[in-house]
Each structure stands twice: as structure tokens, then as C-alpha cells.
């Protein structure tokens, strides 16, 4: 990749905001096979690009976009649980998990929230709500 063209492509990088894939070719003026050059430095490792989906070097889903120009990001912990995801519409949900990979919180954007316990089997015995609804089988 030529120096200027690399510039290029950081400034792209630097600057993009979602919807990507339509705004890589409306505003920047890439073409499909471009697309993998910027989204790999966003997301700062290689991506597997389908439709207009992106895929992290996991295999899972990173990004989308759909025919309505909403997009949907994702982001997960280590062990390939999701851990954020977010909406063009502004919505947004964090997931937490235990050391066993149960999912013990959630939160949301607004302001809704729900946590668990798990036995040592990895039964529920505790569900909590921000509605105030609590399930206790401890």
C-alpha cells in the first residue's frame, strides 16, 4: 500500500461513522473490495466481510448494517460471550458473566437491569430486576 493511499485509509479510520459500509462508499468513495482495509485498522484486527456483516478473526459478528440503513455493533469477552452491543437507534445493552460463563448482569440504555446467581451445578437461584421483581432460591 503507497504511502498516500495508506493516509488515506488511517484518516478513514480516524474519522468514520457508522452506517460504515455507507459511508465507506458515499463519503469516502471505496469500493467493496476497500472495505476490509478500514474495517480491519477500526477494529484493529482482521475482518471477514459478508453482505454487510462483519465477522472479528472469531468468526462472530462485529457489525451489521441492513436494508434500512440501521447498523448493530457487538462486542464480546474472551470466551465469545457478548459483553456490549449498540443500535443505530441509540440503544445499547452491557452483559456481564461469572467465572463458569453464566450471564449474571444486563443493563441496558434505559436504565433497566437484571442480575443472577447459579449454584455450583450452574442452576439459577437468584433473579433480580430493576422492576423490582426477586426470585430467590438460594
Given amino acids: 500500500m503507497n504511502k498516500k493511499y495508506e493516509k488515506y485509509i488511517n484518516y478513514i479510520v480516524n474519522d468514520i461513522k457508522p452506517p460504515y459500509f455507507i459511508n465507506m462508499r458515499d463519503h ?3 469500493k ?3 472495505y476490509s482495509f478500514v474495517l ?3 477494529y484493529d484486527q ?3 466481510i459478508k453482505g454487510i456483516s462483519v465477522y472479528d478473526t472469531n468468526g462472530k459478528v462485529i457489525y451489521q448494517e441492513d436494508s434500512d440503513d440501521d447498523w448493530y455493533k457487538y462486542k464480546y469477552n474472551t470466551n ?3 459483553i456490549y452491543s449498540e443500535y443505530s437507534d441509540g440503544e445499547w445493552f452491557k452483559y456481564k458473566y461469572d467465572t463458569n460463563g453464566n450471564l449474571n448482569y444486563r443493563g441496558d440504555s434505559n436504565g433497566n437491569w437484571a442480575k443472577w446467581e447459579y449454584d455450583t451445578n450452574g442452576n439459577e437461584i437468584y ?3 430493576s422492576d423490582g ?3 430467590d432460591d438460594r
Fill in 28 to 30: 469516502y468513495g471505496l
Fill in 32 to 34: 467493496d473490495n476497500e
Fill in 40 to 42: 480491519s485498522k477500526l
Fill in 46 to 48: 482482521p475482518v471477514t
Fill in 80 to 82: 465469545g460471550n457478548i
Fill in 127 to 129: 433473579f433480580e430486576d
Fill in 133 to 135: 421483581y426477586i426470585r
